[in-house]
């Protein structure tokens, strides 16, 4: 077995870091954190050797434009193969300027590149349409689904909220789950901490919700313990995503056994092809009405613990070194 150092970086609360550590750990190799950005990730480079493998999104390289830009830059000076899983990658839906300074970024890291991996057939083709670089290989995004995870409708889901999970921004589209709660009077609850400089959106949201009678809540980051308990009290998980390639948030609805209304794009579909249990997918004029039927049979919301067509995290973390494995002696 060829011996393949992995690297997280950003912070420990972050998806990605999180997605690259839990497959990393399954496997038990070795496994290091480098520091919240690209330029750590470019020191640390330049301090050792052989091959490596980082999960990387944009948003973990830093904030400043121009600092990416040089931190990337110091990245395609290294001499040691990086091979590279891409999480969200950049689409046209998100508008001109941003997708045009983004598509630049993941350009610059694919050309630096020993190998390629992302997490879904969509990222694949997304990736391939904005370079002439194919993809090494697809590894979808693990599910795994809790032994705990509820098999019938509780009191707490019953008067519980409607509830969206993960980091809190506007790709999440967290107006249109306000929405769908305030027309069926319930409150909105925002399991996870807001994304960094969006406290004007979630003082806009409860400026909404206080006008429709509801409330609007955000817990700030919880545990995977406080997760599971906080998700057994809403009554409807939601998430009307509008541009994803791939989405953690929606496993760990599906993970702790809830059957989240979910907004159809590409990766949704392709999510349910492989599991057509797990969502209840629906075109955008049709989810507030998705939400309030799924308010009237809680039971739709419940998986009942399904697992078939989802990968493990061991199952993913197997295949990454088996991808691995070939690349870096290629």
Same mark, same amino acid.
């Given at each position: ?19 690259? =550590? ?8 070795? +496994?290091?954190? %480098?520091? @919240? $950005?690209?330029?750590?990730? /470019? *020191? ?110 509780? =009191? ?8 969206? +999970?993960?980091? %809190?921004? @506007? $790709?999440?589209?967290?107006? /249109? *789950? ?126 009942? $613990? ?25």
């Amino acid at each position: 077995m060829s011996t393949v150092e992995h690297l997280l970086l950003g912070p420990p609360t972050h998806g990605v870091t999180h997605h690259g =550590r839990s497959v990393a750990g399954a496997h038990r190799v070795s +496994l290091r954190h %480098v520091g @919240p $950005g690209a330029r750590d990730l /470019a *020191a640390t480079l330049r301090s050792g050797q052989g091959d490596v493998h980082v999960h990387v999104t944009d948003h973990l390289l830093g904030d400043d434009a121009d600092a990416i830009a040089l931190a990337v830059g110091e990245l395609a000076t290294t001499a040691r193969p990086v091979h590279l899983t891409l999480h969200d990658i950049p689409q046209p839906a998100e508008g001109g300027p941003r997708f045009a300074r983004r598509r630049e970024t993941y350009r610059r890291l694919v050309d630096l590149a020993a190998s390629i991996q992302v997490c879904s057939e969509h990222e694949r083709d997304l990736l391939e349409e904005m370079t002439s670089r194919p993809v090494d290989a697809v590894v979808r995004l693990p599910v795994d689904v809790s032994q705990l995870a509820p098999s019938r409708v509780t =009191r707490r889901m019953q008067v519980g909220p409607v509830g969206a +999970l993960g980091f %809190v921004h @506007p $790709g999440k589209n967290p107006g /249109a *789950a306000l929405t769908a709660a305030a027309r069926i009077g319930r409150d909105l609850r925002l399991l996870g901490a807001l994304g960094p400089s969006h406290e004007a959106l979630f003082e806009e949201l409860q400026r909404q919700a206080m006008q429709a009678g509801v409330a609007c809540t955000v817990t700030g980051h919880l545990t995977e313990k406080r997760m599971d308990e906080q998700i057994a009290g809403v009554s409807v998980p939601v998430a009307p995503y509008r541009h994803i390639s791939a989405s953690g948030s929606i496993g760990r609805w599906i993970a702790a056994g809830r059957r989240p209304v979910v907004l159809r794009n590409p990766w949704v579909e392709e999510l349910a092809r492989h599991a057509p249990w797990a969502l209840t997918v629906v075109d955008p004029p049709e989810f507030c009405d998705a939400v309030a039927a799924a308010s009237e049979n809680l039971a739709s919301t419940l998986t009942g $613990g399904r697992r078939d067509g989802l990968l493990t995290t061991e199952q993913a973390a197997r295949t990454q070194a088996e991808v691995l494995e070939v690349v870096s002696r290629a």
